[in-house]
C-alpha cells in the first residue's frame, strides 16, 4: 500500500506510490477515514436537508410568511437545503468512489453551484442585518423597503449578486474549478488565475462580514441609548421584540461566520493545498454549522417553536393571518 508521512517542518506530503493502483495521495491507505468521513457527510446531507426544508415549508404553511424577515430567513433556509442535498450528497459520492479524477466540466458545475449557493447565504445573512438595522434605527426607510417590489428586488439581488463571481470561473472565463485529489473536492484550480478567487473572497466574505458587523454594532448602540432613556424596560413593546429578533439573526451570523472563518483563511493563504487534512476539517466543521440554523430557531423564538410544531403535526394554517400580537407582526416590524 502507498502512504504518507509528513516529516517535522516539511509542508509537502511525502508520497510513496502504490505498485497496484498508483495512488499517490494521502488517503489511499486510509480506508476507515475515508469511511468515516462518508458517514459524516451522509448524516449530515440528511440532517441540513431535513432542518432546513422544514424550515422553508412551515413559513409558508403558517403566517410567519407574512413576516418580511421570515421571508429572507426562507430564503435562507431554502439555500441551506440546496447546500445539503446537492453539494454534500455529491461530496458523500466523491469519498465512497475514492475518486482520484472527476470530470472537468462536472468539477465546473459543482464548484460553481458550491460557491454560488455559499455566497448566496453569506450576501442573504447581510440582507437580513440591513433589514434589521433599517428596523431599529430608520423606520421610515424599512417599510419602504418592506413593499413587495422592494423586497423582491433585495432577493433577486441576494440569488443573482454570486453568480458574477462563480459563473466565470465555471466557464473557464476568469479563473476555474479543478478536481483536487488531496482534499477529494472540486475548488479552485490552484494553477488558474487567482485573482478570481481572492475577489470572491473579498467580495463574498469579507465586505459583507464588515457590513453585517457595522449594522448589527449600530442595532447594539441604538438599543443601549434606549436602555439609558428609559428607566424601566418593557419586554413587550414592539422594540424590545425587535432587538430580540435582531439578536436571533446575530447568533445566526455568527454561527455561520465561525463555520466558514477558516475555510475562507485556508483557501487564501494555502493555494498549493500543502495542508489536505486542514482543507478537510475547516469544510466539515463549516457543513456542520450550516445545520444548526433551524435549532437555533426553535431555542431563541417561540413563533418558530410553534410554526414546526405545527407542521410537523401536521397542523398548518389553511388560511393564516398577520397577528397583531405576535413577534413577528408589522407592530414589532419585522
Given at each position: 500500500?502507498s502512504?504518507?508521512?509528513?516529516g517535522?517542518?516539511q ?6 506510490n ?20 462518508e458517514?459524516?457527510?451522509i448524516i ?11 424550515t422553508?415549508?412551515?413559513i409558508?404553511?403558517s403566517?410567519l410568511?407574512?413576516s418580511?424577515?421570515?421571508?429572507l ?5 431554502f439555500?441551506?437545503f ?8 455529491m461530496q ?7 475518486s482520484?479524477?472527476?470530470p472537468k ?8 453551484i458550491r ?12 440582507a437580513i ?5 433599517l428596523?431599529v434605527?430608520?423606520?421610515s ?12 428586488i ?7 449578486l454570486?453568480m ?9 472565463v ?9 482534499i ?18 473579498t467580495?463574498?466574505?469579507?465586505v459583507?462580514?464588515?457590513f ?11 438599543a443601549y ?9 418593557n ?9 430580540r ?7 445566526i451570523f ?7 472563518f477558516p475555510?475562507?483563511?485556508l ?11 486542514h ?15 433551524p ?22 394554517e389553511r ?7 405576535s413577534?413577528?407582526?408589522?407592530a414589532?416590524?419585522?
Amino acid at each position: 500500500m502507498s502512504s504518507q508521512t509528513y516529516g517535522v517542518g516539511q509542508h509537502e506530503p511525502i508520497y510513496v506510490n502504490n505498485s497496484s493502483t498508483g495512488c499517490k495521495v494521502w488517503w489511499c491507505d486510509k480506508q476507515p477515514t475515508l469511511i468515516t468521513m462518508e458517514a459524516i457527510v451522509i448524516i449530515l446531507c440528511f440532517v441540513g436537508s431535513f432542518g432546513n426544508l422544514v424550515t422553508v415549508l412551515a413559513i409558508i404553511f403558517s403566517s410567519l410568511r407574512y413576516s418580511v424577515n421570515c421571508i429572507l430567513i426562507g430564503s435562507l433556509s431554502f439555500a441551506g437545503f440546496l447546500y445539503c442535498s446537492l453539494i454534500l450528497s455529491m461530496q458523500a459520492v466523491i469519498f465512497h468512489r475514492h475518486s482520484h479524477d472527476v470530470p472537468k466540466d462536472f468539477c465546473s458545475a459543482a464548484g460553481g453551484i458550491r460557491y454560488t449557493l455559499t455566497g448566496v447565504i453569506m450576501v442573504t445573512l447581510a440582507a437580513i442585518a440591513l433589514y434589521r438595522f433599517l428596523n431599529v434605527v430608520y423606520i421610515s426607510t424599512y417599510r419602504y423597503m418592506s413593499e413587495n417590489r422592494q423586497l423582491v428586488i433585495t432577493l433577486v439581488i441576494c440569488w443573482l449578486l454570486p453568480m458574477v463571481f462563480t459563473i466565470p470561473p465555471s466557464l473557464g472565463v476568469w479563473g476555474a474549478f479543478q478536481f483536487q485529489p488531496s482534499i477529494l473536492t472540486c475548488t479552485f484550480d490552484k494553477n488558474a488565475d487567482q485573482s478570481n478567487r481572492v475577489a470572491m473572497v473579498t467580495a463574498g466574505f469579507i465586505v459583507p462580514c464588515l457590513f453585517i458587523l457595522y449594522c448589527y454594532a449600530r442595532i447594539g448602540c441604538t438599543a443601549y441609548r434606549s436602555f439609558k432613556r428609559m428607566s424601566r424596560w418593557n419586554g413587550t413593546t414592539p422594540q424590545a421584540k425587535a432587538l430580540r429578533l435582531s439578536a436571533m439573526m446575530l447568533c445566526i451570523f455568527l454561527i455561520f461566520f465561525l463555520g466558514t472563518f477558516p475555510y475562507f483563511v485556508l483557501n487564501v493563504t494555502d493555494k498549493e493545498f500543502k495542508y489536505p487534512i486542514h482543507h478537510i476539517w475547516t469544510t466539515m466543521f463549516a457543513w456542520v454549522l450550516y445545520c444548526c440554523n433551524p435549532i437555533v430557531y426553535t431555542l431563541m423564538d417561540n413563533n418558530f417553536r410553534n410554526a414546526y410544531k405545527r407542521f410537523l403535526m401536521g397542523d398548518c394554517e389553511r388560511n393564516p393571518v398577520r397577528r397583531a400580537g405576535s413577534t413577528l407582526s408589522r407592530a414589532a416590524s419585522v
